[in-house]
């Protein structure tokens, strides 16, 4: 019996980039200056952005490479040539379909206040702030309803769904959301996209299905249907809560409920036998509209006149905003009549008013649709009326009403009942001798030259909607009017759709629901029950992770402390060893306690303005400090805090272009950068002080410094961004010179793996992804001095006294900058720091603000 040996191709060294085994003839490994191996073959197809420069696909860090000699240049892997040669099996086949390059392609999912799909479903919908423009005293509020009577679209037509001579077009605006109100005495404040995504994700899931429905339906149907623009708000950064609106267009032809809201005895008055052409025409294109609508998934459920308009060519077509106009009035009538009932007398009393004001007030709804939302009111029928399905069915019976009214005006004979308990609530009795004395109006005024008209209306109003008849047969039975049927070659060309269809019913919808209503906070309230209540708090003196404070932004923002002793502008903050340091143009550097935020120490000996701050947590919790006039100061952050003078000091060698250190940054505990004001990166030894080298290249002051997977980035007032080895010391790349847009002086920049951001004084950021330049966009009204990134979420601070928070996200082939919103501050912004679930904002007015979650705050004091 033999024993299976275990197999050694798995186990062979393999180039991470073609997974090819290394060989002695071409996949020669190579070992670039961050350790990694990479065959021969695929160093000479890697892309080669920069000269004698290129980036490590197991890493992404940029290596020197020497584009005139190749892989040559490079050593060999001794070690991984001499396993492979000895293991490699006699042939090996190919195996690039086996494995992918293991390189990112798109920016990490965490830290996300949306995720790329619900923000790319919605953004294209969203309208700009100054689409629209709303005339004063068009503003015309209806209990739960809001909208304009007379509202302008603008010029801004950036959206592909916006028709292109939309200009000064007329529209609707219909309230579909609540958008999240501003904590009171909150520093956050939402950008106008962010605030309505927040507004979207906080409707429930099948508001949202019903509102994408009807954006959707109107962008394909817009011959038959009022065409929707889109979403768009109101409000702007100083107003405390919003209303998110649904844009939809008004023709200049109006309503039917506008040009016939005077006919009293309809077109077929007893002396006008005229009226039947426009009866017919009229009436064909109101039930053109409806089977739009029923083509589309989509069951109106209420119709009126108000929902029908003439178009700019006389064609008739179905208004979304009108339809969930009368919607909600239909709930509201429906929810304020039955909130308050109990039982007996009261009961019937209160539903009886409530079918009475329904019909009175001539939104057209059949009788399975009512008791549907009766139901819905908490209030238990007993009637055949709700067990019938709502299909296509409850539009037929709504359109025989309208079209009754544009027949015979006031003569259609109103229908009431009572609702109660002696009749078992079965009213089939009194709607039977409503539908009779309808077609004796309709036989009296009709005559009986138009009797198939009249059959066709009177099963329209058939109490079972499975006996009543299609749209299209409706509109055969009108065109027939006008076309007889042996001159009708278009008669075969009728489209029926199934009327047993259970299609979305717009009227039961949660879209349709009047927003605010006791139900409506109920179903809310026991909603946050099933998901855990309120958020969690933490125990006092924990800290709350970056995550928190992320989701907490939307909740509101509450200023935690003011810290107060500094003499002159902050200009650096940092963290390290379990405290807050920060720095100042008074010469000192001072350090706070995390937990109740006190002054705990104040280190002084820099004769200069303190100009850059880091923090080194190693071995030994270290604060370097440079100051105005050179010199770099090493504080050690343990207690007791009893040394004045410092750990080490030593100051750069001086010349004519000489004006101090502006920025700071170490590599552990081992090497201290410094950018000066005379162009150069100096590397010291934290150890003794001693200068290790310079580096040169720059063209002015380098004004802030960052470290990350072993590569140097230092920023400039002469506008680019390089790069530099940390091995050698070598300069590896410079950004900014082939950017097309003018690059101004840069102020900050911070860097997290792939992506790189640099801040500029025009109050612009510049964004490269993997040295490949991606975006730009004005943040600020001017100079942004500080920046900090956490995940994918960057917040950004200046002269125009704002901390803006952008997100960063998208793939390797677009980056998109989303504005999420700001903060207002007192003064202009000189030192920004986000860390521990907290926001350190450091000000030119000496003081340092320390901004966290209002809505934790206030759940940690109640338990304190």
Not at 43 to 57: A, D, E, F, M, V
Not at 136 to 143: E, K
Request: with cysteine; proline share 3%; aromatic share 8%.
């Amino acid at each position: 019996m033999t024993t299976a040996q275990p197999s050694t191709e798995a186990e062979l060294p393999e180039c991470p980039v073609c997974i090819e085994t290394y060989n002695d003839t071409v996949s020669i490994p190579r070992v670039l200056s961050c350790g990694h191996s990479i065959c021969e073959a695929c160093l000479i197809s890697l892309p080669q952005r920069y000269p004698n420069t290129i980036r490590c696909p197991a890493c992404t860090q940029l290596a020197n490479y020497s584009s005139q000699q190749g892989p040559s240049s490079l050593p060999k892997n001794i070690d991984l040539l001499r396993i492979s040669l000895q293991h490699s099996p006699p042939s090996s086949k190919s195996n690039l379909d086996r494995k992918k390059q293991n390189q990112p392609s798109t920016i990490d999912g965490r830290d996300r206040f949306w995720s790329d799909e619900f923000y790319a479903s919605w953004k294209g919908w969203i309208l700009p702030h100054d689409a629209v423009s709303v005339e004063t005293g068009g503003f015309v509020r209806f209990g739960s309803l809001n909208y304009y009577s007379r509202v302008c679209f603008g010029g801004n037509d950036n959206n592909n769904r916006k028709s292109s001579n939309s200009n000064r077009n007329s529209v609707s605006l219909v309230r579909v959301a609540s958008l999240p109100p501003i904590v009171n005495d909150s520093k956050f404040r939402f950008g106008y996209v962010a605030r309505i995504m927040k507004g979207l994700e906080g409707m429930r899931e099948v508001e949202r299905e019903g509102l994408i429905l009807v954006l959707e339906a109107s962008e394909r149907r817009l011959r038959r249907m009022c065409r929707v623009y889109g979403l768009w708000s109101e409000i702007m950064e100083e107003v405390d809560d919003g209303e998110l609106y649904l844009v939809c267009e008004r023709h200049r032809g109006g309503s039917l409920l506008d040009k016939f809201s005077d006919l009293r005895n309809g077109f077929l008055g007893a002396e006008d036998k005229g009226g039947v052409f426009s009866f017919a025409m009229i009436g064909m294109g109101i039930c053109e509209s409806v089977l739009a609508l029923h083509s589309e998934g989509l069951v109106a459920g209420c119709l009126g006149l108000s929902c029908f308009s003439f178009d700019e060519l006389g064609g008739v077509c179905i208004d979304f905003n009108e339809a969930l106009a009368i919607g909600r009035k239909v709930w509201s009538t429906v929810m304020d009549t039955v909130s308050g009932a109990t039982s007996g007398k009261q009961k019937e009393e209160d539903e009886a008013s409530c079918t009475d004001c329904l019909k009175s007030s001539k939104p057209f709804i059949s009788l399975e649709v009512l008791f549907r939302l009766l139901r819905k009111g908490d209030i238990t029928h007993e009637s055949g009326h709700s067990s019938y399905p709502i299909g296509h069915g409850a539009d037929v019976w709504s359109l025989a009403c309208v079209l009754l009214l544009l027949l015979i005006g006031d003569a259609v004979p109103q229908y009431t009942f009572e609702m109660n308990e002696e009749n078992g609530f079965d009213h089939s009795d009194d709607y039977v001798c409503w539908v009779d004395k309808v077609k004796l109006v309709l036989e009296e005024k009709l005559g009986p030259e138009y009797l198939t008209l009249r059959q066709t209306l009177c099963k329209c109003l058939d109490i079972n909607p499975g006996n009543r008849p299609d749209v299209a047969d409706v509109r055969k039975c009108i065109r027939d009017m006008l076309v007889k049927p042996q001159f009708d070659f278009l008669g075969n060309l009728e489209s029926a759709i199934n009327r047993n269809s259970t299609d979305h019913c717009l009227v039961l919808g949660e879209l349709f629901q009047p927003k605010g209503s006791s139900k409506d906070q109920r179903e809310c309230e026991l909603q946050e029950k099933e998901d855990g209540g309120q958020p969690d708090f933490v125990e006092d003196g924990e800290d709350k992770s970056d995550e928190d404070f992320r989701a907490g932004l939307s909740k509101g923002m509450a200023e935690l402390k003011d810290l107060r002793g500094h003499l002159d502008c902050i200009s650096g903050l940092a963290v390290g060893g379990g405290y807050l340091l920060s720095s100042s143009f008074d010469k000192t550097v001072r350090v706070w306690s995390l937990q109740d935020f006190s002054h705990l120490h104040t280190f002084r000996g820099h004769e200069n303005k303190v100009m850059a701050l880091v923090c080194v947590d190693e071995e030994e919790p270290l604060c370097i400090s440079g100051d105005s006039g050179g010199g770099i100061f090493v504080w050690k952050i343990t207690t007791p805090f009893r040394q004045e003078d410092p750990l080490r000091k030593w100051c750069e060698q001086k010349d004519w272009r000489f004006s101090g250190i502006h920025s700071l940054t170490a590599y552990r505990n081992n090497c201290l950068y410094s950018g000066s004001g005379d162009r150069t990166i100096k590397a010291w030894s934290l150890e003794d002080g001693s200068l290790i080298c310079s580096m040169n290249g720059h063209s002015s002051v380098v004004s802030t410094l960052a470290i990350c997977d072993e590569v140097l980035y230092s920023g400039s007032w002469d506008g680019t961004v390089r790069l530099w080895s940390l091995n050698d010391h070598s300069p590896l790349t410079v950004l900014g010179e082939d950017v097309t847009i003018e690059m101004k002086s840069v102020l900050a920049i911070t860097v997290d793996r792939h992506l790189l951001v640099a801040a500029c004084e025009n109050g612009c950021i510049k964004v490269w992804r993997n040295d490949v330049f991606m975006n730009s966009k004005i943040l600020h009204n001017g100079a942004i001095f500080a920046m900090n990134m956490q995940g994918k979420c960057l917040y950004t601070g200046g002269w125009d006294k704002n901390v803006n928070i952008q997100e960063l996200s998208g793939d390797e082939f677009e980056l998109d900058v989303k504005a999420f919103g700001s903060i207002p501050c007192s003064s202009v912004v000189t030192a920004l720091l986000c860390c521990q679930g907290k926001l350190f904002v450091g000000y030119a007015d000496k003081s340092i603000k320390v901004t966290g979650c209002s809505v934790n705050l206030s759940l940690s004091q109640t338990h304190n």
